[in-house]
């Protein structure tokens, strides 16, 4: 089970940004997908999930209004589309997996975590 996520950079304030993850290692989704960040020296954030079986999408205090979670319907793909990015949005961006329907928003409640990317957003 692998989740590799991409599509950070370094960004001017304002611009927009795409993340990906791509899961491959098993044959059927998870109940639910989400992305978080880690700042240096602070605790890893709650960004936002997506529950593939309803459809349903959840965002952080940090994200509303500015990112959009989505994915294709096999559940081995999703985005993370960032737009208005500010400088505090700088950190490295996790893409994790969870196999219960249940929301959740604490890191140790999902099972599966990728490998991060850099996102740098200079003012």
């Known amino acids: 089970v692998q989740l590799q996520a991409s599509g950070g950079g370094l960004v001017q304030a304002g611009g927009s940004l795409r993340l990906s993850c791509a899961a491959s290692?098993?044959?059927?989704?998870?109940?639910?997908m989400g992305w978080f960040r880690q700042a240096p020296g602070r605790n890893r954030e709650f960004v936002a999930a997506?529950?593939?079986?309803?459809?349903?999408?959840y965002y952080g205090d940090s994200a509303k209004g500015r990112f959009i979670i989505n994915g294709n319907n096999a559940g081995n793909t999703m985005y993370l589309q960032m737009n208005n990015l500010k400088p505090e949005d700088t950190a490295m961006y996790y893409c994790?997996?969870?196999?219960?329907?249940?929301?959740?928003?604490?890191?140790?409640?999902?099972?599966?975590w990728g490998q991060g990317t850099q996102v740098t957003v200079s003012s």
């Open positions: 290692g098993r044959t059927f989704s998870w109940d639910i």
């Open positions: 997506v529950d593939w079986s309803g459809g349903r999408r």
């Open positions: 994790a997996s969870r196999d219960n329907s249940n929301w959740a928003t604490a890191p140790h409640e999902y099972d599966y």
